[in-house]
């Protein structure tokens, strides 16, 4: 595609709810990225895939969060159970190979009420 | 731990100006650095990559150093324009993922 799309681009849910993000990457991009922005806050890391493997996945906050990517291109991050502090801004990020330029998503803005 | 530093938190200037944006890290053990911009309610534009055996990266009016054995980075904006207004993040790569800072926030004004 012509560059990363998230969606949807906004989300509210209830505290306790299941939530699911997508995110396409460009096509031909090997290395995928998720982040998470804050209110005022730096980008925080989640987890990263190379392929279809995800090697490091250190910064998912708690086991209510988990990721997969399929097919080497389309990623989705599920939250389980959301409560009120995983409401963020969720950026997907791509690049042709690691450690290379990183193309980024706009975002999910996501609001657990 | 690696930690990305970025000052001024803010910075306002008039039209015309040029200016330096400053980013400092505690690990000079990078693969590169990257100059991100950011609009309000947008996600991330790169700007300028450096790779660690570089000193420099130009694009237009921007020009990126880095000195990897100090930790630091400056991205330097000439002639600056009401549209370069947005929030400017730097972040290194240390291994698989970027390390971000926490950003500055210019705003340009006529």
């Known amino acids: 595609g012509a560059g990363v799309s998230q969606s949807p681009s906004n989300k509210v849910t209830e505290k306790g709810k299941d939530v699911e993000l997508r995110c396409d990457p460009i096509?031909?991009?090997?290395?995928l990225y998720w982040y998470r922005q804050s209110l005022g806050q730096g980008l925080e890391f989640l987890i990263y895939f190379q392929g279809n493997s995800a090697p490091d996945k250190s910064g998912l906050p708690s086991d209510r969060f988990s990721a997969e990517r399929t097919g080497g291109s389309v990623s989705t991050l599920t939250i389980q159970r959301t409560q009120q502090e995983d409401s963020a801004v969720y950026l997907c990020?791509?690049?042709?190979?690691?450690?290379?330029?990183?193309?980024f998503g706009s975002g999910t803005q996501l609001s657990v009420l | 731990k690696q930690e990305v530093t970025q000052i001024p938190a803010a910075l306002s200037v008039p039209e015309g100006e040029n200016l330096v944006l400053n980013c400092s890290f505690t690990?000079?053990?990078?693969?590169?650095l990257q100059w991100f911009r950011q609009d309000p309610g947008k996600g991330l534009t790169s700007l300028l990559l450096i790779q660690s055996s570089q000193r420099e990266q130009t694009s237009g009016r921007l020009n990126a150093s880095l000195d990897k054995s100090s930790g630091r980075s400056t991205l330097y904006i000439a002639a600056s324009q009401p549209g370069d207004s947005a929030t400017y993040l730097c972040?290194?790569?240390?291994?698989?993922?970027?390390?971000f800072g926490t950003g500055t926030r210019l705003q340009v004004f006529p």
């Open positions: 096509s031909g991009h090997t290395a």
């Open positions: 990020a791509s690049s042709l190979v690691m450690n290379e330029k990183l193309f």
């Open positions: 690990d000079s053990a990078i693969y590169n």
């Open positions: 972040a290194v790569t240390p291994g698989d993922k970027l390390i």
